[in-house]
């Protein structure tokens, strides 16, 4: 029997700048939708500016998906973090939102 209240659930960690530590899940459809869409978009461009505050929405999105039921609003994202390090959680948390999905376990 495929039991789901006994199943582990996998998450990625992340402690911010200030101290704040969240441990988020797998993204649902909506986020995974707009995680797919930001790097797609990111890719066919080099002019980052005009797409900043949609990186800080989905930053946003990423770090509200948490364990911990802590929402962040983008004024927040942008008081906590710069965009090297907005780049680095959406790359770590693509990177693990992929692998859930290859792990055969």
Same mark, same amino acid.
């Given at each position: 029997? =495929?039991?789901? /209240?006994?199943? &582990?659930?996998?998450?990625?960690?992340?402690?911010?700048?200030?101290?704040?530590? *969240? %441990?988020?899940?797998?993204?649902?459809?909506?986020?995974?939708?707009?995680?797919?869409? =930001?790097?797609? /978009?990111?890719? &066919?461009?080099?002019?980052?500016?005009?797409?900043?505050?949609?990186?800080?929405? *989905? %930053?946003?999105?990423?770090?509200?998906?948490?364990?911990?039921?802590?929402?962040?609003?983008?004024?927040?994202?942008?008081?906590?973090?710069?965009?090297?390090?907005?780049?680095?959680?959406?790359?770590?948390?693509?990177?693990?939102?992929?692998?859930?999905?290859?792990?055969?376990?």
């Amino acid at each position: 029997m =495929l039991d789901y /209240t006994q199943r &582990a659930k996998k998450r990625l960690a992340v402690k911010l700048s200030d101290e704040i530590a *969240v %441990t988020i899940g797998a993204p649902k459809k909506k986020l995974f939708s707009k995680l797919g869409g =930001l790097e797609k /978009t990111l890719k &066919a461009t080099t002019d980052i500016e005009p797409l900043y505050d949609e990186i800080l929405r *989905v %930053t946003a999105d990423i770090l509200s998906n948490n364990a911990e039921h802590r929402v962040f609003t983008v004024d927040e994202v942008d008081e906590l973090m710069d965009i090297e390090d907005m780049a680095l959680l959406i790359r770590e948390f693509s990177a693990f939102a992929k692998g859930l999905t290859n792990d055969p376990n």
